[in-house]
DNA sequence: ACATACGTGTGGGAA
DNA sequence: TTCCCACGCGTATGT
């Protein structure tokens, strides 16, 4: 991995167009060959490009123009005074990759495992059941035996009230549906989501935090009738 | 801007957890109190953490572990071994600032000086119109001088059609609005999502990505009756 | 501070 | 490969 501190300025062409005025920022350039533009501010990069670019430098009067160049993008960044470049070297493993935990993914697998905890009674289907408009989180049937589409989120927004709404549209008129409604499953419901909803008829419950304790899966195992705590 | 490199793993806790195992990476802490963990490949920070966290260190057998804290997150780094450590003099200039062009801003004020454009005969009315579901990007008549709720993306996914479902829906039943329907003006707008405006009986048109060229902005100047060209 | 929407979003998984 | 969706999305803007 290599820094450069230098007084430069960015063009940016590809997918949209962008320009950085003149001023002294941090230039990293990987060993996959992807660089990014950092200022003093902030996680992202001003500017950046993927992997795999190919660096071409030349000569101009007033500074050096370095080319980082792919197929369909190009980044121009020209130097008019180098600080500092160093070289530090890292070893690269491709091991090296982020564990996630706490995922939406790894929350509809709970939430599929414990039907529970989004109503009393309800039992699980099935999970990803498709439909003309896309596949359902989590197909349950309720106490009374009535279809329910779950659509799990984190944080559900107005996009979580439209999804579930479609799903419930296209298993009435395509798959013959006659019993369905919507459910919202998520950690947080935002209040204008609760709102859509409460219009389209879709419910929604929220899941406790405490979800990941796994307070649902612990089940007693010394009598004859194992029972949710 | 200060750069180390060092053996460390990394664990964050916060919005989810992840974990990193034993490696050599690169710090980047910047002096917005900002920090990102980097290996030698990509554009993005394996681990991070926004600006305004506090750094704590402090002495352990093994390692040095540096705790970067804010109200909600934390990001705990177990430092074994640092091979170096940098501080990068950056300026830094509040007007540092990306200049960005062809933004779907952009797109949307063009679309709106070129009402044409997504319909011979069409006409401008409001930009931003509110509807109880949230403002339309573009409101406008057509030709036989109905309605139109215009929304403007430039790549269109099944959540536009829902949007503009949402708008139509919103201005049918709150703003009294009897005759008016929805249009997806994009660059690129997908097939399922062109599927699904079909089934919903909303419009789609694709603007050319010659749009940035100006060609319908261009008018002549030297007639009484200036012309679109 | 909260809520919403854009982005050169990025990345991953499935068809 | 393209297409779609989640993300500790980040970041800016309006309230």
């Known amino acids: 991995m290599r820094v450069v501190v230098a007084d430069c300025s960015v063009i940016y062409t590809g997918r949209g167009d962008t320009k950085l005025p003149r001023a002294v920022r941090a230039l ?12 003093d501010r902030g996680t992202k990069p001003l500017n950046y490009m993927g992997k795999d670019c190919a660096l071409t430098i030349t ?18 960044v020209k130097m008019y005074q180098i600080y500092s470049d160093s070289l530090l070297p890292l070893e690269r493993s491709p091991e090296d990759v982020l564990e996630r935990d706490g995922t939406e993914s790894q929350l509809q697998e709970w939430i599929a495992a414990n039907p529970e905890c989004v109503g009393e009674g309800f039992t699980f289907v099935s999970r990803e059941y498709p439909t003309g408009a896309g596949p359902v989180d989590i197909l349950m049937k309720d106490a009374e035996g009535v279809f329910v589409a779950v659509e799990v989120k984190r944080v559900a927004m ?15 008129r395509d798959s013959g ?14 209040p204008k989501t609760q709102d859509l909803a409460q219009k389209r008829g879709i419910n929604w419950v929220t899941v406790p935090r405490s979800w990941r304790n796994g ?3 612990v089940v007693s195992e010394d009598t004859d009738n194992p029972e949710i705590i």
Chains 1, 2 share one sequence.
């Open 59 to 76: 000569s101009e009067e007033d500074y050096d123009m370095w080319s980082f160049d792919t197929r369909k993008e190009s980044l121009q």
């Open 215 to 217: 307070d649902f899966e």
């Open 158 to 172: 107005l996009g979580a009230v439209d999804q579930v709404s479609r799903y419930v549209e296209a298993l009435k």
């Open 177 to 190: 549906f006659t019993e369905v409604y919507g459910l919202i499953a998520a950690l947080d419901v935002r």
């Open 28 to 39: 990293i350039v990987k060993s996959d060959g992807s660089v990014s533009v950092h200022n």
